[in-house]
């Protein structure tokens, strides 16, 4: 049992390219959720997903997309990469009682 | 719009101490709260969630406390461990949505 892992750990871009980041889970959670983590902003959700094929805009959604095709991965795609998404990336999922696993995070450095 | 706060910021304390995290939530019609650990460089860990409907939640040496009505949440670690040096986020759901809204944190440091 992984839990939630994430790839890459660590990318660099340059302006105007793209990405994308993989989010799985093996509890067969149904929630799942992307979030970026800043120094002084904390953490902020980006896009999150109730169920397989269902995506929703969390708080920073702009410059994302994302897509749950199977219902163990959670996709976060950047189409044109910019230094303000310089960030940390963290995935998580959820269970019935609400509780929710995080990801080791991926490190995103953008030039 | 919720808006959640910990103070302090950064703690430091001798091995052995007990000691105590405050959250502290702007609106208060959550369903429940919960606290995590974030050592340096990786993910969160969820320590304990507090529903609605309770008022406190142990596991260990960690017991959490919810009261509503003030907005307030404690986190109280006993016989503090070099081991317990993290920082230590809350999260409260906004108004009835799937979105969490976090605390910046509080910096733990336990010092032998």
């Known amino acids: 049992n992984a839990g939630v892992t994430q790839t890459p750990k660590f990318r660099v871009l340059k302006t105007g390219q793209s990405m994308t980041l993989l989010c799985a889970q093996d509890?067969?959670?149904?929630?799942m959720y992307w979030y970026r983590q800043d120094p002084g902003m904390g953490l902020r959700l980006i896009h999150y997903?109730?169920?397989?094929?269902?995506?929703a805009k969390g708080e920073v959604p702009d410059g994302y997309n994302v897509s749950r095709l199977k219902k163990q991965n959670f996709l976060l795609g950047l189409e044109s990469a910019a230094p303000s998404q310089t960030s940390v990336y963290f995935c998580?999922?959820?269970?019935?009682?609400?509780?929710?696993?995080f990801g080791p995070g991926t490190r995103l450095l953008v030039l | 719009k919720q808006e959640v706060t910990q103070i302090p910021a950064a703690l430091s304390v001798p091995e052995g101490e007990n000691l105590v995290l405050n959250c502290s939530f702007t609106?208060?019609?959550?369903?429940?709260l919960q606290w995590f650990r974030q050592d340096p460089g990786k993910g969160l860990t969820s320590l304990l969630l507090?529903?609605?409907?309770?008022r406190e939640q142990t596991s260990g040496r960690l017991n959490a406390s919810l009261d509503k009505s003030s907005g307030r949440s404690t986190l109280y670690i006993a016989a503090s461990q070099p081991g317990d040096s993290a920082t230590y986020l809350c999260?409260?759901?906004?108004?009835?949505?799937?979105?969490?809204?976090f605390g910046k944190g509080t910096k733990l440091t336990v010092n032998p």
């Open positions: 998580a999922s959820r269970d019935n009682q609400e509780t929710q696993y």
């Open positions: 997903s109730v169920g397989e094929g269902t995506t």
């Open positions: 999260a409260v759901p906004q108004g009835g949505s799937e979105k969490l809204v």
């Open positions: 509890m067969n959670h149904e929630y």
């Open positions: 609106d208060s019609a959550i369903y429940n």
């Open positions: 507090i529903q609605s409907s309770q």
